[in-house]
């Protein structure tokens, strides 16, 4: 078995590649057939006609909330927080940029009236978010008072395009601050498509956290610790897996946070909870047969995540081609559609 390094996930990039707006139509973005030995390149709107009947399409139904927030110190200094996780009782573990970090007991003065009153660090004293208070509920003042949390990548302020665009059309169970960007390109035309077709559909909800735009930073990728998110896989999906594999269809699984919601259920048995779940060449998937996702950053977590899904060599010849074709990258961008090795 081949030992990997950070430097295997590395490629040129030309940045006009990056993705700044979406697509006109959600199910007019480029789609790169990776199943077959040979890249394909196809339009989005073409899946049905690449999935059989009796398939399941697993996607996460996770909404993405307006997690950015800003405001300022009692000195005046101004700072920026991003709601990670709600912890109930009006409580939320945010991230916090701000000159010179205020003492635990401050009252911040948050844009929209409302107060943050600093706690500590979370989970624990050496935690790597901050435990906020607010003076009222957080899901309403991220939705009056928030911003939509875009990737660091994209480079304008958020629009209202950006509060439509940048979440999925079944997005039902709020909580994420990064949309699961390869469900953004299904519209209703394809969702009816599918349906048509007898391709089944199931739900899995992973809020995706801010740390899957961390990057990796040690050389050696096996001493790389992935954040913790929470997951949950109903019991409907469950019993739909069941029935698939009893009929003997695929599980096609719609974003790599299905992915990790899916293994995650797999390993450890439990249908909800925290996962830091880390997946690299050489991991046994025991759930997913095909993987529908978007065009990843280099050396980051998720490029491992398909080179370990459709076999290394295979993703970076399909990554070069993406390149040379100019295929739009990251959340905005285009799609692939991969068989696992």
């Known amino acids: ?131 906020f208070a607010f003076s009222e509920d957080p899901y309403r003042v991220m939705e009056q008072h928030g911003h939509v949390p875009l990737p660091p990548y994209i480079t304008h302020a958020d629009t209202a395009e950006d509060a439509r665009r940048y979440q999925t059309v079944f997005a039902k169970n709020p909580g994420a601050v990064a949309a699961p960007t390869a469900a953004l390109h299904f519209d209703d035309a394809v969702l009816a498509a599918l349906e048509a077709r007898g391709v089944r559909r199931a739900s899995v909800t992973l809020h995706v956290g801010a740390g899957t735009f961390q990057p990796v930073k040690t050389e050696d990728i096996a001493q790389h610790r992935m954040h913790s998110e929470w997951y949950q896989v109903p019991e409907a999906t469950q019993q739909a897996i069941a029935e698939l594999r009893a009929r003997g269809g695929r599980l096609v699984a719609v974003g790599t946070t299905t992915v990790r919601t899916l293994e995650s259920w797999a390993r450890s048995g439990q249908a909800s909870g925290d996962t830091d779940i880390f997946i690299t060449p050489g991991f046994q998937f025991r759930q997913v047969d095909l993987l529908l996702t978007n065009f990843h950053l280099p050396k980051s977590t998720l490029l491992m995540l398909v080179s370990a899904f459709a076999g290394y060599e295979h993703a970076m010849q399909l990554y070069r081609h993406a390149v040379e074709s100019g295929y739009r990258f990251f959340s905005y961008g285009d799609a692939m559609l991969l068989a696992r090795t």
Not at 48 to 60: I, K, S
């Open 1 to 131: 078995m081949r030992h990997f390094t950070l430097g295997d996930f590395d490629f040129a990039l030309p940045p006009e590649l990056i993705a700044q707006h979406p697509a006109a139509e959600r199910s007019a973005s480029r789609l790169l057939d990776g199943t077959g030995p040979a890249p394909v390149d196809r339009v989005f709107r073409e899946l049905p006609h690449l999935l059989r009947e009796g398939d399941l399409l697993v996607f996460n139904d996770t909404q993405v909330v307006k997690a950015r927030l800003f405001g300022e110190k009692p000195t005046g200094g101004k700072l920026e927080l991003l709601v990670e996780r709600v912890l109930g009782d009006r409580e939320v573990a945010a991230h916090m940029r701000v000159s010179k970090k205020p003492p635990a007991g401050t009252e911040l003065r948050m844009d929209g009236g409302f107060g943050a009153t600093l706690l500590g660090r979370w989970p624990g004293e050496d935690g790597p978010l901050f435990r």
